[in-house]
């Protein structure tokens, strides 16, 4: 399971108020607190797609599909967003999640 969860969704969640605070009020950042605030908003967010995408490999691989069968029909994103996210590529079928991981 995913470790630290509140804390980095904390993480993310403050740096993206801090930009939408920078957008309310832009003249009150200097660039260089832009660029913290940017760096903030996509390295708390690698983290956590990482941390999902760390927790999705460690399930055994009958389980990966079926959640990424759940996901992708729950019309919370796409199918490709899903893929993406947690296989970094696209697979044509559930199937061949299973058959890559029996390569392995």
Known sequence: ??????ELVEAEEMA???AD???GSPQS???????EICE???STSK??????????ESLPPEFRAKLLD????SGCESEEFWKNLLLGEMPSSTEDLI???ADR
């Not at 399971?1 to 509140?6: L, S, V």
């Not at 950042?29 to 832009?34: G, R």
């Not at 797609?49 to 927790?55: L, N, P, S």
């Open 99 to 101: 058959d890559k991981e």
């Open 1 to 6: 399971m995913i470790e630290n969860t509140r």
């Open 70 to 73: 759940m996901l992708c029909a």
């Open 29 to 35: 950042f200097t660039l260089d607190e832009k660029r």
């Open 16 to 18: 993206y108020f801090r």
């Open 21 to 23: 605070v920078c957008l």
């Open 40 to 42: 903030q908003m996509e």
């Open 47 to 56: 983290a956590i797609e990482d941390a999902m995408r760390k927790d999705f």
